[in-house]
DNA sequence: ATAAATATTTAAGCTTACTTAAAAATATTT
DNA sequence: AAATATTTTTAAGTAAGCTTAAATATTTAT
Protein backbone atom coordinates (compact mmCIF):
# COMPACT_ATOMS: atom_id res chain seq x y z
CA UNK A 1 0.00 0.00 0.00
CA UNK A 2 1.27 3.48 -0.35
CA UNK A 3 2.23 5.83 1.72
CA UNK A 4 -0.85 8.28 1.16
CA UNK A 5 -2.91 5.38 2.32
CA UNK A 6 -0.86 4.05 5.13
CA UNK A 7 -0.74 7.65 6.98
CA UNK A 8 -4.63 7.85 6.44
CA UNK A 9 -5.28 4.75 8.39
CA UNK A 10 -2.94 6.17 10.88
CA UNK A 11 -4.54 9.06 10.79
CA UNK A 12 -7.95 7.40 11.76
CA UNK A 13 -6.54 5.35 14.17
CA UNK A 14 -4.85 7.70 16.22
CA UNK A 15 -7.59 10.40 15.92
CA UNK A 16 -10.26 7.64 16.98
CA UNK A 17 -7.43 6.75 20.51
CA UNK A 18 -7.64 10.71 21.23
CA UNK A 19 -9.92 12.10 23.30
CA UNK A 20 -11.82 14.02 20.99
CA UNK A 21 -12.11 10.97 18.99
CA UNK A 22 -13.41 12.88 15.92
CA UNK A 23 -12.62 10.66 13.00
CA UNK A 24 -15.04 12.79 10.07
CA UNK A 25 -12.62 13.42 6.88
CA UNK A 26 -12.07 17.04 8.06
CA UNK A 27 -10.22 16.17 11.32
CA UNK A 28 -8.28 13.46 9.26
CA UNK A 29 -7.61 16.48 6.70
CA UNK A 30 -6.18 18.59 8.98
CA UNK A 31 -4.20 15.96 10.40
CA UNK A 32 -2.59 14.83 7.52
CA UNK A 33 -2.46 18.59 6.07
CA UNK A 34 -4.60 17.81 2.93
CA UNK A 35 -8.01 19.22 2.11
CA UNK A 36 -11.33 17.99 2.99
CA UNK A 37 -12.15 16.90 -0.36
CA UNK A 38 -8.92 14.62 -0.46
CA UNK A 39 -9.96 13.23 2.36
CA UNK A 40 -13.44 12.48 1.59
CA UNK A 41 -11.93 11.20 -1.68
CA UNK A 42 -9.13 8.72 -0.38
CA UNK A 43 -12.17 7.55 2.21
CA UNK A 44 -14.03 6.40 -0.40
CA UNK A 45 -11.35 4.80 -1.93
CA UNK A 46 -10.31 3.10 0.91
CA UNK A 47 -13.89 1.60 1.71
CA UNK A 48 -13.58 -0.56 -1.27
CA UNK A 49 -10.39 -1.97 -0.23
CA UNK A 50 -12.05 -2.79 2.59
CA UNK A 51 -9.77 -0.52 4.98
CA UNK A 52 -12.70 1.33 6.49
CA UNK A 53 -16.64 1.65 6.52
CA UNK A 54 -17.72 4.67 4.80
CA UNK A 55 -21.35 6.13 5.37
CA UNK A 56 -21.47 10.10 3.91
CA UNK A 57 -21.22 12.35 6.88
CA UNK A 58 -19.96 10.10 9.02
CA UNK A 59 -16.79 9.43 11.44
CA UNK A 60 -14.95 7.22 9.91
CA UNK A 61 -14.33 3.33 11.52
CA UNK A 62 -11.03 1.12 10.38
CA UNK A 63 -11.97 -2.34 9.42
CA UNK A 64 -9.96 -5.12 11.28
CA UNK A 65 -7.73 -5.00 7.88
CA UNK A 66 -7.32 -0.92 8.55
CA UNK A 67 -6.45 -1.54 12.23
CA UNK A 68 -3.91 -3.90 10.83
CA UNK A 69 -2.45 -2.23 8.64
CA UNK A 70 -2.58 0.92 10.96
CA UNK A 71 -0.98 -0.97 14.40
CA UNK A 72 1.74 -1.99 11.45
CA UNK A 73 2.72 1.37 10.55
CA UNK A 74 2.48 2.42 14.41
CA UNK A 75 4.69 -0.17 15.24
CA UNK A 76 7.45 0.87 12.71
CA UNK A 77 7.80 4.68 13.59
CA UNK A 78 7.82 3.77 17.30
CA UNK A 79 10.56 1.18 16.28
CA UNK A 80 12.42 3.15 14.08
CA UNK A 81 12.14 6.22 16.98
CA UNK A 82 13.76 3.66 19.26
CA UNK A 83 16.58 2.31 17.65
CA UNK A 84 17.39 6.10 16.46
CA UNK A 85 16.99 7.25 19.84
CA UNK A 86 19.31 4.53 20.86
CA UNK A 87 21.67 4.65 18.15
CA UNK A 88 22.25 8.68 17.80
CA UNK A 89 22.37 12.09 19.13
CA UNK A 90 19.58 12.99 17.98
CA UNK A 91 16.49 15.68 19.52
CA UNK A 92 13.09 13.13 19.85
CA UNK A 93 11.76 15.86 17.51
CA UNK A 94 14.52 15.15 15.04
CA UNK A 95 13.95 11.28 15.90
CA UNK A 96 10.05 11.87 14.78
CA UNK A 97 10.85 13.25 11.59
CA UNK A 98 12.83 10.91 10.21
CA UNK A 99 10.74 8.39 12.03
CA UNK A 100 7.56 9.46 9.76
CA UNK A 101 9.46 8.48 6.73
CA UNK A 102 11.18 5.13 7.45
CA UNK A 103 7.83 3.31 9.19
CA UNK A 104 6.58 3.00 4.90
CA UNK A 105 9.99 1.73 4.17
CA UNK A 106 10.20 -0.99 6.30
CA UNK A 107 9.44 -4.51 5.29
CA UNK A 108 8.01 -6.91 8.63
CA UNK A 109 11.37 -8.41 8.47
CA UNK A 110 13.51 -5.41 9.21
CA UNK A 111 10.83 -4.52 11.75
CA UNK A 112 11.43 -7.50 13.40
CA UNK A 113 15.01 -7.25 13.74
CA UNK A 114 15.54 -3.39 14.97
CA UNK A 115 12.87 -5.11 17.94
CA UNK A 116 14.82 -8.01 18.77
CA UNK A 117 17.71 -5.82 18.57
CA UNK A 118 16.39 -3.38 20.84
CA UNK A 119 14.99 -6.58 22.89
CA UNK A 120 11.58 -6.28 22.01
CA UNK A 121 10.97 -3.18 23.92
CA UNK A 122 7.10 -2.45 24.99
CA UNK A 123 7.82 1.61 24.72
CA UNK A 124 9.32 3.81 22.52
CA UNK A 125 10.97 7.18 24.17
CA UNK A 126 8.19 8.89 24.54
CA UNK A 127 6.55 6.12 26.85
CA UNK A 128 3.99 5.54 23.62
CA UNK A 129 3.37 1.16 23.36
CA UNK A 130 4.71 -0.89 20.75
CA UNK A 131 2.44 -3.12 18.96
CA UNK A 132 4.47 -6.39 18.57
CA UNK A 133 4.59 -8.19 15.09
CA UNK A 134 0.48 -9.59 15.53
CA UNK A 135 -0.76 -5.92 16.47
CA UNK A 136 -1.22 -6.42 20.36
CA UNK A 137 -0.33 -3.65 22.97
CA UNK A 138 1.08 -3.85 26.07
CA UNK A 139 -1.34 -1.47 27.67
CA UNK A 140 0.06 -3.33 31.57
CA UNK A 141 3.24 -1.64 32.38
CA UNK A 142 5.34 -2.89 34.40
CA UNK A 143 7.92 -0.57 34.75
CA UNK A 144 8.09 1.86 37.96
CA UNK A 145 8.80 5.64 38.09
CA UNK A 146 12.23 6.38 39.69
CA UNK A 147 10.75 8.31 42.33
CA UNK A 148 9.37 4.49 43.69
CA UNK A 149 12.36 2.20 43.42
CA UNK A 150 14.21 1.06 46.08
CA UNK A 151 17.66 2.15 47.18
CA UNK A 152 20.99 -0.67 46.12
CA UNK A 153 18.71 -1.68 43.44
CA UNK A 154 19.59 -1.42 39.65
CA UNK A 155 17.12 -0.63 36.93
CA UNK A 156 16.43 -0.36 33.44
CA UNK A 157 15.41 2.94 31.63
CA UNK A 158 12.17 2.32 29.66
CA UNK A 159 10.41 5.14 29.47
CA UNK A 160 11.01 8.55 28.95
CA UNK A 161 8.10 10.41 29.52
CA UNK A 162 7.96 13.79 28.20
CA UNK A 163 8.00 16.26 25.53
CA UNK A 164 9.96 18.65 26.90
CA UNK A 165 13.08 20.03 25.46
CA UNK A 166 15.13 20.67 28.20
CA UNK A 167 14.14 17.81 29.95
CA UNK A 168 15.94 15.65 27.19
CA UNK A 169 18.41 18.03 27.01
CA UNK A 170 19.17 17.16 30.16
CA UNK A 171 18.78 13.21 29.36
CA UNK A 172 21.14 14.01 26.97
CA UNK A 173 24.02 15.17 28.87
CA UNK A 174 23.63 12.66 31.37
CA UNK A 175 23.18 9.63 29.57
CA UNK A 176 19.69 9.13 30.96
CA UNK A 177 18.69 6.88 27.92
CA UNK A 178 16.02 4.73 26.73
CA UNK A 179 18.08 0.74 27.98
CA UNK A 180 20.80 2.63 30.11
CA UNK A 181 21.48 1.09 33.59
CA UNK A 182 21.38 3.22 36.35
CA UNK A 183 21.75 2.14 39.98
CA UNK A 184 19.64 4.04 42.84
CA UNK A 185 22.04 4.74 45.56
CA UNK A 186 20.10 6.63 47.66
CA UNK A 187 16.46 7.76 47.97
CA UNK A 188 15.57 11.14 50.13
CA UNK A 189 12.21 10.40 51.60
CA UNK A 190 12.40 13.95 53.25
CA UNK A 191 12.78 16.14 49.68
CA UNK A 192 11.78 13.34 47.63
CA UNK A 193 14.96 13.66 45.64
CA UNK A 194 16.73 10.20 44.31
CA UNK A 195 20.58 9.56 43.96
CA UNK A 196 21.54 7.72 41.02
CA UNK A 197 24.51 6.21 39.46
CA UNK A 198 24.67 6.01 35.83
CA UNK A 199 27.55 5.75 33.50
CA UNK A 200 30.17 6.01 36.55
CA UNK A 201 28.53 9.52 37.80
CA UNK A 202 26.61 9.99 40.32
CA UNK A 203 23.58 12.48 39.83
CA UNK A 204 20.83 14.07 41.76
CA UNK A 205 17.23 13.99 40.58
CA UNK A 206 14.29 15.61 42.11
CA UNK A 207 10.73 14.54 41.73
CA UNK A 208 9.88 16.64 38.67
CA UNK A 209 11.91 14.54 36.55
CA UNK A 210 11.78 11.07 38.72
CA UNK A 211 8.15 10.73 38.36
CA UNK A 212 8.62 10.86 34.43
CA UNK A 213 11.57 8.58 34.21
CA UNK A 214 9.93 4.94 34.04
CA UNK A 215 12.79 1.79 34.70
CA UNK A 216 12.15 -1.96 34.92
CA UNK A 217 14.20 -3.76 37.51
CA UNK A 218 17.15 -5.63 36.07
CA UNK A 219 16.67 -9.42 36.40
CA UNK B 1 12.95 15.56 -5.43
CA UNK B 2 10.96 12.10 -5.74
CA UNK B 3 11.94 9.09 -5.72
CA UNK B 4 11.46 8.07 -9.49
CA UNK B 5 13.60 11.37 -9.94
CA UNK B 6 16.62 10.01 -7.42
CA UNK B 7 16.21 6.77 -8.69
CA UNK B 8 16.75 7.62 -12.54
CA UNK B 9 19.83 9.80 -11.77
CA UNK B 10 20.93 6.97 -9.66
CA UNK B 11 20.76 4.23 -12.63
CA UNK B 12 22.61 7.14 -15.05
CA UNK B 13 25.56 7.40 -12.06
CA UNK B 14 25.56 3.79 -12.04
CA UNK B 15 25.07 3.15 -16.09
CA UNK B 16 28.05 5.73 -16.63
CA UNK B 17 30.68 4.02 -14.18
CA UNK B 18 30.18 0.25 -16.08
CA UNK B 19 31.89 -1.23 -18.98
CA UNK B 20 29.21 -0.78 -21.09
CA UNK B 21 28.58 2.86 -20.27
CA UNK B 22 25.38 3.05 -22.46
CA UNK B 23 23.37 5.87 -20.91
CA UNK B 24 20.30 6.12 -23.29
CA UNK B 25 16.98 6.11 -21.95
CA UNK B 26 16.52 2.44 -23.62
CA UNK B 27 19.45 1.02 -21.03
CA UNK B 28 18.21 3.40 -17.86
CA UNK B 29 14.55 2.41 -18.51
CA UNK B 30 15.83 -1.32 -18.46
CA UNK B 31 17.60 -0.69 -15.59
CA UNK B 32 14.65 0.80 -14.08
CA UNK B 33 12.11 -1.98 -14.97
CA UNK B 34 10.17 1.41 -17.10
CA UNK B 35 9.52 1.63 -20.88
CA UNK B 36 11.27 3.34 -22.89
CA UNK B 37 8.75 6.05 -23.29
CA UNK B 38 8.73 6.73 -19.62
CA UNK B 39 12.43 7.24 -19.81
CA UNK B 40 12.67 9.68 -22.49
CA UNK B 41 9.45 11.57 -21.10
CA UNK B 42 11.70 11.28 -17.89
CA UNK B 43 14.79 12.30 -19.77
CA UNK B 44 13.07 15.74 -20.69
CA UNK B 45 11.98 16.49 -17.49
CA UNK B 46 15.10 15.96 -15.49
CA UNK B 47 16.87 18.19 -18.40
CA UNK B 48 14.25 21.51 -17.45
CA UNK B 49 15.44 20.57 -14.20
CA UNK B 50 18.98 20.58 -14.76
CA UNK B 51 19.65 17.56 -13.48
CA UNK B 52 20.88 16.22 -16.99
CA UNK B 53 21.40 17.27 -20.76
CA UNK B 54 19.47 15.69 -22.96
CA UNK B 55 19.96 15.71 -26.81
CA UNK B 56 17.52 13.33 -29.00
CA UNK B 57 18.85 10.00 -29.61
CA UNK B 58 22.16 10.77 -27.65
CA UNK B 59 23.24 9.49 -24.04
CA UNK B 60 22.19 10.94 -21.07
CA UNK B 61 24.75 13.03 -19.30
CA UNK B 62 24.14 14.11 -15.80
CA UNK B 63 25.20 17.84 -15.33
CA UNK B 64 26.94 18.65 -11.97
CA UNK B 65 24.09 19.07 -9.94
CA UNK B 66 22.81 15.73 -11.41
CA UNK B 67 25.90 14.07 -10.40
CA UNK B 68 25.66 15.28 -7.02
CA UNK B 69 21.50 14.37 -6.46
CA UNK B 70 23.47 10.53 -7.10
CA UNK B 71 25.71 10.17 -4.96
CA UNK B 72 23.80 11.70 -2.01
CA UNK B 73 21.52 8.73 -3.02
CA UNK B 74 24.54 6.25 -3.56
CA UNK B 75 25.69 7.73 -0.60
CA UNK B 76 22.60 6.64 1.60
CA UNK B 77 22.60 3.42 0.01
CA UNK B 78 25.45 2.36 1.21
CA UNK B 79 25.38 3.57 4.66
CA UNK B 80 22.03 1.98 5.22
CA UNK B 81 23.93 -1.15 4.17
CA UNK B 82 26.96 -0.76 6.22
CA UNK B 83 24.45 0.19 9.41
CA UNK B 84 22.40 -2.72 8.46
CA UNK B 85 24.81 -4.76 8.48
CA UNK B 86 26.57 -4.29 11.03
CA UNK B 87 23.40 -4.12 13.32
CA UNK B 88 21.31 -6.94 12.00
CA UNK B 89 21.75 -10.78 10.76
CA UNK B 90 20.79 -10.35 7.46
CA UNK B 91 21.57 -11.24 4.03
CA UNK B 92 23.13 -9.08 2.14
CA UNK B 93 20.32 -9.26 -0.86
CA UNK B 94 18.29 -8.60 2.14
CA UNK B 95 20.05 -5.66 3.20
CA UNK B 96 20.83 -4.34 -0.15
CA UNK B 97 16.54 -4.45 -0.63
CA UNK B 98 16.05 -2.36 2.38
CA UNK B 99 18.46 0.14 1.48
CA UNK B 100 17.11 0.78 -1.91
CA UNK B 101 13.83 1.82 0.11
CA UNK B 102 15.46 3.56 2.47
CA UNK B 103 17.99 5.73 0.96
CA UNK B 104 15.28 7.53 -0.32
CA UNK B 105 13.65 8.47 2.91
CA UNK B 106 16.73 9.79 4.68
CA UNK B 107 17.87 13.19 5.58
CA UNK B 108 21.47 14.26 5.44
CA UNK B 109 21.45 14.91 8.52
CA UNK B 110 20.68 11.01 9.58
CA UNK B 111 22.92 9.92 6.91
CA UNK B 112 25.15 11.84 8.84
CA UNK B 113 24.77 10.10 11.56
CA UNK B 114 25.17 6.95 10.67
CA UNK B 115 28.30 7.89 9.04
CA UNK B 116 29.91 9.24 12.48
CA UNK B 117 28.12 6.22 14.33
CA UNK B 118 29.97 3.96 11.67
CA UNK B 119 33.04 5.54 12.66
CA UNK B 120 32.60 7.52 8.80
CA UNK B 121 33.73 4.40 6.55
CA UNK B 122 34.83 4.63 3.54
CA UNK B 123 33.46 1.03 1.87
CA UNK B 124 30.06 -0.78 2.57
CA UNK B 125 29.92 -4.38 3.36
CA UNK B 126 29.83 -4.81 -0.78
CA UNK B 127 33.69 -3.42 -0.54
CA UNK B 128 32.03 -0.21 -2.92
CA UNK B 129 32.92 3.27 -1.75
CA UNK B 130 30.90 5.08 0.34
CA UNK B 131 30.64 9.02 -0.98
CA UNK B 132 31.49 11.27 1.95
CA UNK B 133 28.74 14.67 2.33
CA UNK B 134 30.70 16.61 -0.42
CA UNK B 135 29.96 13.63 -2.77
CA UNK B 136 33.70 12.92 -2.80
CA UNK B 137 34.50 8.96 -3.14
CA UNK B 138 37.82 7.74 -1.69
CA UNK B 139 39.14 5.70 -4.85
CA UNK B 140 42.86 4.99 -2.87
CA UNK B 141 41.64 2.17 -0.35
CA UNK B 142 44.09 1.96 2.45
CA UNK B 143 43.02 -1.68 3.65
CA UNK B 144 44.92 -4.53 2.78
CA UNK B 145 43.90 -8.29 2.41
CA UNK B 146 43.71 -10.49 5.41
CA UNK B 147 46.56 -12.72 3.91
CA UNK B 148 49.46 -9.75 4.04
CA UNK B 149 49.03 -8.82 7.74
CA UNK B 150 51.21 -9.60 10.26
CA UNK B 151 51.67 -11.87 12.88
CA UNK B 152 50.41 -10.50 16.51
CA UNK B 153 48.98 -7.63 15.04
CA UNK B 154 45.35 -6.34 15.64
CA UNK B 155 43.10 -5.36 12.34
CA UNK B 156 39.59 -4.03 12.03
CA UNK B 157 37.94 -5.62 9.04
CA UNK B 158 36.85 -3.33 6.23
CA UNK B 159 35.91 -5.50 3.24
CA UNK B 160 34.37 -8.27 2.80
CA UNK B 161 34.48 -8.18 -1.18
CA UNK B 162 32.16 -11.03 -2.55
CA UNK B 163 28.83 -11.48 -3.64
CA UNK B 164 29.31 -15.24 -2.62
CA UNK B 165 26.31 -16.18 -0.45
CA UNK B 166 28.28 -19.34 1.12
CA UNK B 167 31.06 -16.79 2.25
CA UNK B 168 28.76 -14.27 4.11
CA UNK B 169 27.41 -17.28 5.76
CA UNK B 170 30.54 -18.25 7.10
CA UNK B 171 31.29 -14.93 7.98
CA UNK B 172 28.38 -14.56 10.09
CA UNK B 173 28.86 -17.82 11.70
CA UNK B 174 32.19 -16.77 12.94
CA UNK B 175 31.68 -13.02 13.57
CA UNK B 176 33.80 -11.78 10.48
CA UNK B 177 31.73 -8.49 10.36
CA UNK B 178 32.42 -5.19 8.84
CA UNK B 179 34.33 -3.29 11.55
CA UNK B 180 34.95 -6.37 14.03
CA UNK B 181 38.21 -6.90 15.31
CA UNK B 182 41.14 -9.36 14.58
CA UNK B 183 44.11 -9.80 16.00
CA UNK B 184 46.21 -12.38 13.82
CA UNK B 185 47.64 -15.16 15.77
CA UNK B 186 49.54 -16.71 13.00
CA UNK B 187 50.85 -16.71 9.23
CA UNK B 188 51.60 -20.06 7.55
CA UNK B 189 53.36 -19.00 4.70
CA UNK B 190 53.92 -22.82 3.42
CA UNK B 191 50.21 -23.44 3.14
CA UNK B 192 49.19 -19.87 3.17
CA UNK B 193 46.73 -20.20 5.86
CA UNK B 194 46.32 -17.04 8.03
CA UNK B 195 45.34 -18.36 11.90
CA UNK B 196 42.94 -15.58 13.37
CA UNK B 197 41.59 -14.54 16.78
CA UNK B 198 37.91 -13.15 16.61
CA UNK B 199 35.25 -12.71 19.37
CA UNK B 200 37.50 -15.11 21.40
CA UNK B 201 37.77 -17.86 19.35
CA UNK B 202 40.49 -19.13 16.69
CA UNK B 203 40.05 -19.83 13.22
CA UNK B 204 42.21 -20.96 10.40
CA UNK B 205 41.81 -19.63 6.75
CA UNK B 206 42.47 -20.16 3.74
CA UNK B 207 43.91 -17.93 1.01
CA UNK B 208 40.29 -18.17 -0.66
CA UNK B 209 39.00 -16.26 1.76
CA UNK B 210 41.99 -13.82 3.24
CA UNK B 211 42.22 -12.49 -0.04
CA UNK B 212 39.04 -11.29 -0.15
CA UNK B 213 38.32 -9.93 3.69
CA UNK B 214 40.50 -6.47 3.93
CA UNK B 215 41.41 -4.85 7.12
CA UNK B 216 42.90 -2.17 8.56
CA UNK B 217 45.34 -2.09 10.91
CA UNK B 218 44.03 -0.40 14.45
CA UNK B 219 45.35 2.56 15.63
C1' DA C 1 -37.24 26.12 15.39
C1' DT C 2 -34.94 28.64 12.30
C1' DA C 3 -30.95 31.21 10.66
C1' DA C 4 -26.15 31.25 10.41
C1' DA C 5 -21.99 28.87 10.52
C1' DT C 6 -19.44 24.91 9.56
C1' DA C 7 -18.40 20.56 7.48
C1' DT C 8 -18.92 17.31 3.83
C1' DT C 9 -19.49 16.06 -0.69
C1' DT C 10 -19.39 16.56 -5.64
C1' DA C 11 -17.36 18.19 -9.77
C1' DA C 12 -13.78 19.65 -12.59
C1' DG C 13 -8.99 20.03 -13.13
C1' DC C 14 -3.87 19.48 -12.24
C1' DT C 15 0.75 16.93 -11.84
C1' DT C 16 3.56 12.90 -11.60
C1' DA C 17 4.80 8.77 -13.35
C1' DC C 18 3.73 5.58 -15.68
C1' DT C 19 1.37 2.68 -19.98
C1' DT C 20 0.73 1.13 -25.15
C1' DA C 21 0.85 2.03 -30.07
C1' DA C 22 2.58 4.22 -33.93
C1' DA C 23 5.99 7.27 -36.21
C1' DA C 24 10.72 8.60 -36.83
C1' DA C 25 15.49 8.10 -36.38
C1' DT C 26 19.55 5.34 -35.73
C1' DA C 27 22.25 0.98 -36.01
C1' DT C 28 23.19 -3.33 -37.92
C1' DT C 29 23.57 -6.69 -41.32
C1' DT C 30 24.35 -8.32 -45.72
C1' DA D 1 24.56 1.31 -49.94
C1' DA D 2 20.21 -0.68 -49.09
C1' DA D 3 17.31 -3.38 -46.38
C1' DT D 4 16.27 -4.84 -41.96
C1' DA D 5 16.22 -4.55 -37.14
C1' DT D 6 16.39 -1.92 -33.15
C1' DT D 7 15.85 2.16 -30.51
C1' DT D 8 14.03 6.46 -29.59
C1' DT D 9 10.48 9.60 -29.76
C1' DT D 10 5.81 11.26 -30.02
C1' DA D 11 1.04 10.90 -28.98
C1' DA D 12 -2.74 9.55 -26.41
C1' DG D 13 -4.37 7.64 -22.29
C1' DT D 14 -4.52 6.00 -17.21
C1' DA D 15 -4.32 5.97 -11.97
C1' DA D 16 -3.06 8.11 -7.70
C1' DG D 17 -3.31 11.89 -5.02
C1' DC D 18 -3.92 15.98 -4.67
C1' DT D 19 -6.27 21.11 -5.65
C1' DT D 20 -10.23 24.80 -5.77
C1' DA D 21 -15.06 26.08 -6.23
C1' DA D 22 -19.71 25.20 -5.70
C1' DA D 23 -23.55 22.42 -3.94
C1' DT D 24 -25.46 20.00 -0.12
C1' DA D 25 -25.91 18.39 4.41
C1' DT D 26 -25.14 18.89 9.32
C1' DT D 27 -24.24 21.46 13.49
C1' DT D 28 -24.43 25.40 16.37
C1' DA D 29 -26.33 29.51 18.10
C1' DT D 30 -29.98 32.44 18.87
Not at 91 to 113: F, G, M, P, V, Y
Not at 145 to 169: A, C, H, P, Q, V
Request: aromatic share 8%; glycine share 6%.
Amino acid sequence: MSVAVENFVKAIYKNGKRDNNDTKPGNIAKELGISNAAATDMAKKLALKDLLHYQKYQELKLTDKGTKMALNVVRKHRLWEALLFKLFDLSLHDIHREAELLEHQTSDLLANKISEYLGNPKFDPHGDPIPNSDGEITTIDTSITLSNTEEGKTYIISRLMSDDKEFFDFCGQHGLKYGNTVLVSKQFSKNKMTQILIKNNTILLNEDFTSIIYVNEQD
